[in-house]
């Protein structure tokens, strides 16, 4: 969990409606956060502290990401994990930057990310959203993480976003080493994936017996495993399997649907990279067969989001995006909010994602919440361009608002 060690500021919100992240109604009243934490609307505050006027407008808890690679420098796997961690680590500076002047103030990495990174920002080396990482993702040899193509004589083993790890014993080390490493989560490959070059993408990837070694040391430390997959034969082993998060989930049927909601599991759709790459995959250098495997899912992430809710399954919302695409990401809003309604678009990016990140300091406004909120000048729920205008809201993050850049 980051703790910003240079931060902490105070502010008063003046004359905003409030969203919690949750009611369905907005409450009008002053929001005042002291040392980056949000107060009781009754306790007191010293009266020299800054101040914003949000009359006409709409304050929201900042936006979480729950699936963002800020180590994905291209559409390319192989190349993403064959370049120099200085070069990767300077782009996922930019990357995470340009994220928080969209708004969103937290986001889980769910293939990359290190100790070192997460100290940089502690530190205030830069300035950049609340950073939870998985570190690399773990796949199997052949399977959505395994860059090489099948004429290639490459021995790949891993790199700042994936690792090839085969067997319960190997496994059971790589997540002892993640968590070791500061990891919030563990990432599996349950199934193929476009980007891949050789795995289809319904086949069920790992074997039980790994998944369940993986989800077992997680569960002992307090922490739990996020799980790529697409089909619901895929969805429902890494069910079987003791997964929490499926990743897209795009061909899931219902019956699946209501096997992730006895199971306590959350969906996190990824809308806006598929649609991303039927639009601009071809020019930014994707194979005939990744974009094949695209169009086999661009359709269905929406059903698949609408049976979720159907079923009672928690839906959040993340991104996926690699590479140039990163620019879409206010597009992955309207997407969402297309099938979910604004809403429940709201409630995903705000309480469900934080719920999913076991964190009730981040994703809600209320007493003992961190400083992290946007104000809009208007009201997303009467006006959803505003949550994907490239206007962007005024961000305020542990009680510091951040200055105004482009939104790209």
Not at 39 to 52: G, K, T, W
Not at 91 to 114: E, I, P, S, Y
Not at 306 to 317: H, K, L, M
Request: net charge negative; with cysteine.
């Amino acid at each position: 969990m980051t703790q910003f060690r240079t931060r902490g500021g105070s502010l008063r919100i003046r004359n905003g409606l409030l969203f919690d992240g949750s009611s369905a109604s907005l409450d009008a009243r002053d929001l005042i956060i002291r040392e980056g934490v949000m107060l009781d609307p009754d306790d007191s505050a010293p009266d020299d502290i800054p101040e914003i006027d949000a009359r006409g407008g709409v304050v929201t808890p900042g936006f979480i990401d729950a699936h963002l690679h800020a180590y994905a420098v291209s559409l390319n796997l192989l190349h993403n994990e064959t370049r120099h961690l200085s070069y990767v680590a300077l782009l996922a500076r930019r990357r995470l930057g340009a994220a928080l002047r969209r708004g969103f103030t937290t986001v889980r990495d769910v293939a990359g990310g290190d100790a070192g990174l997460h100290t940089a920002i502690e530190e205030g080396l830069f300035t950049s959203p609340r950073y939870f990482y998985t570190g690399a993702a773990l796949s199997q040899t052949g399977g959505h993480g395994d860059p090489t193509s099948p004429d290639d004589t490459l021995c790949f083993h891993g790199g700042p976003g994936l690792e090839i790890v085969d067997g319960a014993d190997a496994l059971r080390v790589a997540v002892r080493s993640r968590l070791h490493g500061g990891a919030h989560a563990i990432k599996i490959m349950a199934s193929g994936g476009v980007t891949s070059p050789t795995d289809p993408l319904k086949i069920p990837q790992y074997s039980l017996e790994e998944i369940r070694t993986v989800s077992e040391e997680a569960t002992r430390r307090g922490s739990y495993v996020a799980a790529h997959a697409y089909s619901s034969e895929a969805i429902q082993h890494a069910l079987r399997g003791g997964v929490r998060s499926i990743e897209h989930g795009n061909l899931l049927d219902a019956v699946t649907a209501r096997a992730m909601a006895d199971a306590g599991a959350y969906l996190v759709p990824t809308l806006v990279t598929y649609d991303a790459m039927s639009r601009r995959g071809g020019e930014l250098g994707m194979t005939a067969v990744g974009l094949a495997k695209n169009a086999e899912v661009l359709d269905r992430g929406m059903t698949a989001i609408e049976r979720a809710y159907g079923a009672g399954v928690p839906v959040g919302f993340g991104s996926d995006l690699m590479g140039e695409l990163e620019t879409e990401h206010l597009h992955g809003l309207r997407l969402q909010a297309d099938v979910a309604g604004v809403l429940e678009l709201l409630r995903s990016v705000t309480s469900v994602n934080a719920a999913l990140l076991r964190n009730d300091r981040i994703g809600r406004i209320g007493p003992g919440a961190f400083g992290d909120v946007l104000i809009f000048d208007g009201n997303p729920l009467e006006d959803p361009s505003l949550l994907w205008s490239d206007r962007r809201p005024r961000v305020v993050l542990d009680g510091v608002p951040i200055g105004a850049g482009p939104s790209r």
